[in-house]
């Protein structure tokens, strides 16, 4: 076998309007895609993409197809525990991926050959094809100054709504940029939005509260975006450049995060990568752009950072629960509440969920400090209250005595008498 001979160019792939086909030398493998795309679009793209490079290692080492890789393993001429460890071996010579992206390939090629009636005892998996242990990084959470400097850093108007939006709701990157102008419910109190279920691991939809600065954010982002400008182009006719002055036309249906938009059928994993570039380049300038030990491909600080901070920050406060349902975990099957109890919770966390405005922040801190002040009064009231109390107390005892006294001598007398 010629394991670390050189990858052949992988299949491609159709687009069409509606649907999405897998064209590849193997029946069976394009079957599978097109079984597991019922399922989602976006998994079977991955697949697709991960049993193409099963599907390189087949033909390279074994100088087969898959269906006839299937069809020896079945009849007892090949091993599949071998092939699978063969396909680990042919992963780390041939492509510098982590631990985690080989693990999935390798999971990915076992689960294409289980849908195929080939028999993988979990135990002898396990004996028989070592995979690399994944790594489990620590990564830190964000601090709240940390994402105020980071937004103070942002210079683009939509890269600084973007990134407060998922500071203050937690949201997945794309669950963000999936968010249309009509799902916005900014006059509502407290103010919500509404996440398709399409769009989310979970494939449940979800309204979300949001903080006053967020809604406020977002106001002046889509004035901004739908303003009157000046637009300059060159006429084919007179060869002359015309001005004109034009306002964007503004359809609920526009996604929020768009500049661009295809009203048909907008993509807004497309939007990703831009966003994406635009905050690392932000993070480069601030000097936060460090990348992670052993994998320089991420950044230290990513879009899911603040993710990872709602979490936390919610939690913190002693609403794990809340936090789990507030980010976009799946339910719990016991936590189950009224949305004007969600609604109350929300205004508890609201405080700690804003960043620059700095008046609701002084508000809140005068507010506390009153609460604390009228605390110490009502403190030292009662205790003034109680040492009355110990004084009243300490003179009745003090009678009680005088008064015991008095009668063991009048007792004492009578007994005389």
């Avoid at 994944?134 to 210079?155: P, W």
């Avoid at 460090?290 to 320089?296: K, Q, Y």
Wanted: positive net charge; aromatic residues 10%.
């Amino acid at each position: 076998m010629t394991t670390g001979s050189k990858i052949l160019k992988t299949t491609t792939t159709q687009t069409t309007q509606n649907h999405i086909f897998y064209h590849s030398s193997d029946k069976i493998m394009d079957k599978f895609i097109r079984n597991i795309r019922a399922m989602n679009k976006a998994t079977a793209h991955e697949y697709h993409f991960r049993l193409t490079t099963f599907q390189n290692f087949v033909t390279n080492d074994y100088k087969t197809t898959l269906d006839d890789l299937i069809m020896k393993v079945k009849q007892g001429s090949e091993d599949a525990y071998d092939i699978l460890s063969n396909y680990v071996i042919f992963l780390k010579l041939t492509s510098n991926i982590s631990p985690s992206t080989l693990k999935a390939r390798i999971v990915t090629a076992k689960n294409f050959l289980e849908y195929y009636d080939v028999d993988i005892n979990p135990r002898k998996f396990k004996l028989k094809v070592k995979i690399p242990k994944v790594i489990r990084k620590n990564k830190e959470v964000l601090s709240k100054e940390d994402i105020s400097e980071i937004l103070n850093a942002c210079s683009d108007i939509r890269l600084k709504t973007y990134v407060m939006l998922l500071a203050s709701t937690g949201f997945r990157a794309v669950e963000a940029l999936s968010i249309r102008i009509k799902d916005l419910h900014l006059e509502d109190r407290p103010t919500k939005i509404f996440v398709r279920g399409e769009f989310t691991k979970t494939k449940s939809d979800r309204h979300i509260f949001l903080t006053q600065e967020v809604s406020t954010q977002l106001k002046q982002w889509l004035e901004y975006k739908y303003r009157g400008r000046r637009v300059c182009y060159k006429d084919n006719q007179s060869k002359k450049t015309i001005t004109e002055y034009r306002t964007p036309e503004r359809n609920d249906n526009d996604l929020i995060f768009a500049v661009y938009q295809d009203r048909e059928k907008p993509v807004p994993s497309m939007i990703y990568y831009d966003l994406a570039r635009s905050f690392g380049k932000t993070l480069d300038r601030m000097g936060k752009g460090a990348r992670e030990d052993g994998n320089e491909r991420r950044r230290q600080i990513t879009l899911h950072s603040f993710r990872r901070f709602v979490n936390t920050t919610i939690s913190d406060l002693g609403y794990s629960d809340y936090s789990e349902y507030f980010i976009g975990h799946s339910d719990s099957t016991y936590w189950r509440k009224k949305d004007s109890v969600k609604a109350e919770l929300f205004c508890k966390i609201e405080p700690y969920l804003t960043f620059l405005n700095v008046h609701q922040l002084e508000r809140q801190g005068a507010d506390i400090q009153t609460k604390v002040e009228e605390l110490e009064e009502l403190n030292q009231s009662l205790r003034q209250r109680d040492k009355v109390k110990d004084d009243a107390i300490a003179q009745l005892s003090d009678q009680l005595v005088s008064l015991s006294a008095r009668l063991q001598e009048i007792e004492r007398r009578q007994q005389q008498i």
